[in-house]
């Protein structure tokens, strides 16, 4: 039989897929899903023995959690890249790393096809197209909720006539949650003015009082929270998401242009994301000069975008990353927070690259490093080209 790699989440879409792709076009189905974050071991055997149920002839769960970080997230983090100041791109990146690691296992594997669940009104089904078409140019993409543009009823009646019943009870909220941040879905997110109630939030307020972390970073990596160093920089937003989840920090919602041309909205939250983002942002602009910060503000807000609209693969984010890693040499030093309810208090930093140091003067206090005649020859330097221009239109005025 032909075999096809189905983007597998247990949900009323991927299961129809299933189905009908085995059903209606004859396929042998892999059922695959790609765990960024969002998945525990006991989540994963379910998925398992639902990909099964429904016929599936394999099912695999492809853990990239590290290469996430490594290939996607890390680079966020040197950009502290956030879409439109708000959005830390949670699901925009995940869906980008799931999409390649898709297409790299149906090469693996010889399928002739590959398939995903999306609709025809969001952003993933162009992600995860471009991915297909870039990787695996060669494989049929089938979609068979977009091109049959099914309800929700006509696949539960599709199910059911199969011979497959199961709880397809459509949730008040959508949620995906992955290492770099949940984003939630709901009535409220669909129109302008109303905003998510507390309720539909996966992470409940459960601490009120005051709490002090030091997050550590190397070269520009989280690797320590307090006094507990990890392997790997995933493991401490993991950890670090666990802590101030507890506090219901990183919620908001994210107003932008899709790629379909259309706004949207999204809730999302992402205590670890947002922490380390800002946490990082704060050390950076101890330690980097002006116009390295500068440049690379430019930059990222480009890596976002590009990212946001399917264009990972284009080589000129590979020439961002090269400039994002150049500039983390010196992002090395502690950060010391405070959380609270729903806020967090960024307190300072500790860097041996610190340039804000005495030795060469405390700004609106004392200087070491020049003359009051130094700075009255340097002012009027500095302002010569304004003088000028503004007498010289003087002139012309009368």
């Known amino acids: 039989m032909k075999k096809v790699v189905l983007a597998f989440s247990g949900g009323l879409d991927t299961s129809f897929c299933s189905v009908y792709l085995q059903q209606d076009l004859g396929y042998e189905v892999h059922a695959v899903t790609v765990n960024t974050g969002g998945f525990n071991a006991d989540e994963v055997e379910k998925l398992r023995e639902k990909a099964m149920l429904l016929g599936a002839k394999t099912f695999t769960c492809l853990d990239v959690v590290k290469e996430y970080y490594d290939s996607c997230i890390q680079y966020l983090v040197f950009g502290n890249v956030l879409k439109n100041n708000t959005y830390p791109l949670s699901v925009s990146a995940e869906r980008t790393i799931q999409a390649k690691s898709l297409a790299e296992y149906a090469l693996k594997i010889g399928a002739t096809a590959i398939a995903h669940g999306s609709t025809g009104a969001g952003n993933d089904q162009v992600r995860f197209d471009g991915i297909f078409n870039i990787v695996c140019p060669q494989m049929e993409i089938i979609t068979p909720i977009r091109d049959l543009k099914l309800s929700r009823e006509a696949e539960i009646q599709y199910l059911t006539e199969k011979g497959f019943s199961g709880d397809y009870t459509k949730s008040v909220y959508s949620i995906n949650q992955g290492l ?76 932008g242009d899709t790629i379909i041309g259309i706004k949207g909205r999204v809730g999302f939250e992402a205590a670890g994301a947002i922490l380390t983002l800002k946490a990082h942002h704060l050390l950076e602009k101890h330690v980097l000069s002006k116009y390295q910060l500068m440049i690379k503000s430019q930059m990222a807000d480009w890596y976002g975008t590009w990212l946001h609209e399917a264009l990972f693969l284009d080589p000129v984010m590979r020439d961002i990353e090269k400039l994002m890693e150049n500039s983390q040499k010196n992002v090395t030093g502690k950060v010391f927070v405070t959380l609270l309810p729903y806020r967090f208090e960024l307190n300072g930093i500790e860097s041996k690259y610190d340039l804000m140091t005495s030795k060469f003067g405390s700004y609106g206090e004392m200087n070491k490093s020049w003359s009051g005649e130094d700075v009255k020859g340097f002012s009027k330097i500095y302002t010569n080209y304004l003088s000028i221009y503004h007498q010289v239109n003087a002139e012309n005025n009368d």
Do not use: M
Not at 216 to 228: R, T, V
């Open 180 to 255: 770099w941040g949940t984003s939630v879905g709901g009535k409220e997110t669909l129109t302008s003015h109303s905003n998510l109630p507390e309720e539909a939030y996966p992470s409940q307020l459960k601490k009120r009082n005051p709490e002090k972390l030091t997050l550590e970073f190397e070269k520009g990596h989280l690797i320590k929270i307090n006094d507990q160093k990890f392997s790997h920089p995933s493991e401490a937003i993991v950890k670090l998401n666990e802590i101030a989840s507890e506090f219901a920090i990183g919620r908001d919602t994210h107003v």
